[in-house]
């Protein structure tokens, strides 16, 4: 067995409710790390036919921990949920933190991978070790939330930790997620319906199986290291930003901005969580306003509108800190409306990418409405991203005369309305009415309407985009057209590279200059190394069960450090890249054999700024996708037109069967 990882994943075949155990080679583990590292290399490698329903019985869904998960290093609690993606038709994965990954490690297994589709409603039980397929046609219909607490009253156990659907992954639709820790959510991908379409219901696991470790002794003096400078704090921080964030004409106004600090980021999530940056987002232009069409300061201002849903707004609500596994940070919260018409009697704090998408995105700054609607999209196992994206799509159809209220089953779909947001999120859930039209995201929707009604739906290869302008950084733009999985914000962008510090840890990393011309913002070209780079290092940490934060709030984090400690091995960071840029090849070759081409994840015109806006922070901006999308695809060794990895990459990363399939 190695170390750092258990040396062993679960197969679960629902149609013969089957259970086989199995031990990968050791080189998969040094080759892809865990998480969705060995996920994509396990299903790359057992899913061989191209063109398989993404919702039928052979595709195969994975949940996967992260290597470094039970090792006591810090913020390492994330599972990732793998496979193909119903929404994009090509490579899917999603990610959440909680408690649930650390405790499937302890049943003794690294990942657990579902084949086959059961006839009846069913879900897997791993107790220490020993895993069964057990009835669920009595929590079959209920929420996410209360399947959890029945699970835990049917078992009689508070230690057992539990991954479900809700009503949103019964139906099968394409925007649901996985739901852990009562309402964390792995929501991207349509992952949720790939495990509704395979009538799980749930994966409770219980174990108490320990990680060995190569260095226990190692692990700990890194991780006490880190804390020192972690526990540094800047006085005053939180009510500086809570100045620029309120008085976001500075970031106007300025010519130049200076570069993304982590311990300032820190400050804010410490206090706010992911709310913190809701007001400077909509004031920057960071955030996404009007389905993409508005302008922050001028459509939904932060001194009117903006500050109504976030930071110290948010926090009122909430009653408790909420902490991750082996998280030092706590940038959850618990939260509770007492009264009035959106009362909530418990639910995890709202973060930035549902204010704004359920906010700015729809002009309604009502946040107890917002806390409301959180509760139901929880439960209900959607993605909010989705959720908001798909309503602020359909109240420009309105607006455009392209639904009618008949159409809309009696709903005024007016920017802002929230009794119709509500009334419509409740259609999507129990696919009634327009809501069966809704339910599978705004590329299917626009797809049933037509009307020109494509023209309103933001997405990227059938992911609805998320919280963050393109247009205000371009590196987003990058990720959303240019990565495996498309329209996703978690993985690389000129402001990650510059909260990772990574000229702590490369050697040959060109260091960033703390001032920054607006203006070189958009100069596209040597860009590519940037994303890749970024990219590379976002792989690794995925592998590693990696809480993004935990990159972004520390720029000492001792990431490699803690991998070999973990494992034994003697790698350099470079080495670990290298681990990176396989894991990332891997997922883009999925997408090659699946047939999907480059141009299939273009951006809408409107996110790339044709038109320009014509007011606001981002007025004139236009992105020169082909520049950012085939600089990163040149670093990467893929070809522009196929999306092909070059033979040459292929071998030189060890890949070889990969070229086989592809040439």
């Given at each position: ?6 040396g ?46 993404p ?31 119903p ?5 899917g ?18 990942a ?115 804390m ?7 006085p ?10 309120h ?62 849903i ?22 959850g ?59 602020a ?205 480059p ?8 996110v ?56």
């Amino acid at each position: 067995m190695g170390k750092g990882y258990m040396g062993k994943i679960l197969w679960a075949d629902a149609s013969q409710r089957k259970m086989e155990t199995e031990a990968p080679a050791e080189e998969i583990y040094k080759n892809f790390l865990c998480g969705y590292g060995l996920g994509s290399k396990i299903v790359y490698d057992r899913q061989k036919e191209r063109g398989i329903d993404p919702l039928g019985e052979k595709n195969i869904l994975g949940l996967c921990t992260g290597l470094l998960t039970g090792t006591g290093t810090l913020f390492t609690g994330r599972y990732m949920a793998v496979g193909k993606s119903p929404l994009t038709g090509g490579w899917g994965d999603a990610n959440s933190g909680g408690y649930f990954s650390p405790e499937l490690k302890k049943t003794g297994y690294d990942a657990l991978f579902i084949t086959g589709k059961s006839e009846k409603p069913v879900y897997i039980w791993v107790d220490e070790g020993k895993a069964e397929f057990r009835d669920a046609s009595h929590l079959w219909g209920l929420d996410a939330i209360e399947t959890e607490i029945a699970l835990r009253k049917e078992l009689k156990s508070d230690k057992i930790q539990v991954a479900c659907i809700g009503p949103g992954g019964e139906k099968v639709s394409l925007i649901a997620g996985i739901v852990n820790d009562l309402g964390r959510i792995a929501a991207r991908s349509g992952l949720g319906a790939v495990m509704g379409s395979k009538k799980i219901k749930a994966i409770v696991v219980r174990g108490n199986k320990k990680t060995e470790v190569h260095d226990k002794i190692k692990i700990n003096e890194l991780s006490k290291r880190f804390m020192k400078d972690f526990k540094k704090t800047i006085p005053g921080a939180g009510l500086i930003f809570r100045f620029i964030s309120h008085m976001g004409q500075l970031q106007r106004i300025l010519p130049y901005q200076p570069k993304n600090e982590s311990i300032t980021y820190r400050e804010v999530l410490r206090r706010f969580g992911t709310s913190g940056i809701t007001a400077m987002s909509g004031e920057s232009g960071d955030s996404p306003v009007k389905n993409w069409k508005g302008s922050g300061y001028h459509d939904f201002p932060a001194g009117k509108k903006s500050y109504k849903i976030s930071d110290r707004e948010v926090i009122k609500y909430e009653n408790k800190k909420y902490f991750c596994f082996s998280c030092p940070l706590g940038c959850g919260g618990i939260m509770k409306v007492q009264e009035g018409p959106y009362r909530v009697d418990e639910v995890h704090k709202t973060e930035y990418e549902t204010l704004c998408a359920l906010g700015t995105l729809c002009l309604n700054d009502n946040l107890e409405s917002i806390i409301k609607m959180t509760d139901i999209i929880n439960r209900a196992g959607l993605d909010s991203i989705s959720v908001g994206s798909t309503i602020a799509f359909v109240m420009e159809c309105y607006e455009e005369g392209i639904l009618t209220k008949k159409d809309c089953d009696g709903l005024e779909m007016t920017w802002g309305n929230v009794p119709a947001m509500l009334g419509l999120i409740e259609k999507i859930i129990k696919r009634e009415g327009i809501g069966d039209v809704l339910a599978d995201g705004v590329k299917v929707a626009a797809e049933k309407i037509g009307k020109g009604s494509e023209r309103f739906a933001m997405h990227a290869g059938g992911q609805e985009l998320p919280m963050h302008d393109a247009r205000f950084d371009p590196g987003f733009g990058t990720a959303f057209a240019g990565e495996p999985t498309p329209g996703r914000h978690t993985i690389a962008s000129h402001t990650y590279l510059e909260l990772y510090d990574l000229e702590r840890k490369l050697k040959d990393f060109k260091r960033l200059p703390s001032l920054v011309k607006k203006a070189d913002k958009y100069k596209f070209e040597n860009t590519g190394w940037m994303q890749a780079v970024g990219t590379k290092y976002m792989q690794v940490a995925n592998g590693a069960g990696m809480c993004e934060f935990g990159l972004m709030v520390g720029g000492n984090i001792p990431l490699f450090e803690w991998l070999n400690a973990a494992t034994g091995w003697s790698l350099s960071p470079e080495d670990y890249l290298v681990i990176g840029e396989r894991i990332e090849t891997i997922r883009q070759a999925y997408n090659v054999r699946e047939g999907i081409k480059p141009k299939d994840f273009a951006l809408p015109d409107r996110v790339a700024g044709n038109p320009p806006l014509e007011k606001g922070p981002l007025k004139g901006v236009k992105l020169d996708m082909n520049t950012l999308v085939g600089e990163f695809y040149r670093e990467m060794g893929w070809d522009i037109e196929t999306g092909k990895p070059s033979k040459e990459r292929l071998q030189k990363l060890g890949l070889s069967e990969v070229i086989k399939d592809l040439y």
